[in-house]
């Protein structure tokens, strides 16, 4: 047994003895760094380095299996469309089933027996003038002599469609309101 006088003071001392011993601290350090230094310098261990780079970069990234096919369906090119509907406001104002008794038209495009009669020549169809009253087959009777003409060319197409002579420019100013 050893007699102490103060022992606070010595317990102190042991405590930052033993925490706060920067030159242990420092051999730890230096120990550690020479290491690293150590390790690097060997060439052998270089080479494992880049070896475990190289294979690591060989691994190989898919992307997850995904079964499904997305197919974006565009607008169909209607090159017609205000034509359509400018030639069947001036013709019928969008009724699908007028009739014009004085010069035998029906449908929405007051489509004419003559005419009808050349397309089913031209296509080998069958249609009769009351099939005309339907807005599809109507529709198709007056692309088929508009694409004759052109896509673009509405002022040509429109007094096609309407006749000859004087009255096609008056026609043709009434479809230009609706397009």
Do not use: C
Not at 24 to 47: A, D, E, Y
Not at 65 to 76: N, V, W
């Amino acid at each position: 047994m050893i007699k102490i006088d103060d022992p606070l003071s010595v317990l102190v001392d042991k405590i930052r003895g033993n925490t706060f011993n920067l030159e242990k601290q420092k051999r730890k350090f230096v120990s550690f760094s020479s290491f690293l230094s150590n390790l690097f310098q060997n060439q052998l261990i270089k080479k494992l380095y880049l070896l475990s780079l190289f294979l690591s970069m060989a691994v190989r990234v898919v992307a997850p299996d995904q079964k499904a096919l997305y197919i974006h369906e565009s607008l169909p090119v209607e090159p017609f469309s205000r034509l359509l509907y400018a030639i069947g406001m001036v013709e019928t104002m969008g009724n699908t089933m007028a009739y014009n008794e004085f010069e035998n038209a029906a449908g929405i495009f007051q489509i004419r027996q003559v005419r009808l009669d050349d397309y089913n020549r031209r296509t080998g169809n069958n249609y009769s003038l009351k099939d005309m009253f339907n807005y599809e087959i109507s529709e198709k009777v007056f692309l088929y002599f508009a694409s004759v003409i052109g896509p673009y060319d509405f002022e040509r197409i429109a007094k096609s469609w309407n006749g000859s002579g004087p009255m096609t420019e008056f026609y043709w100013k009434k479809i230009k309101k609706y397009l």
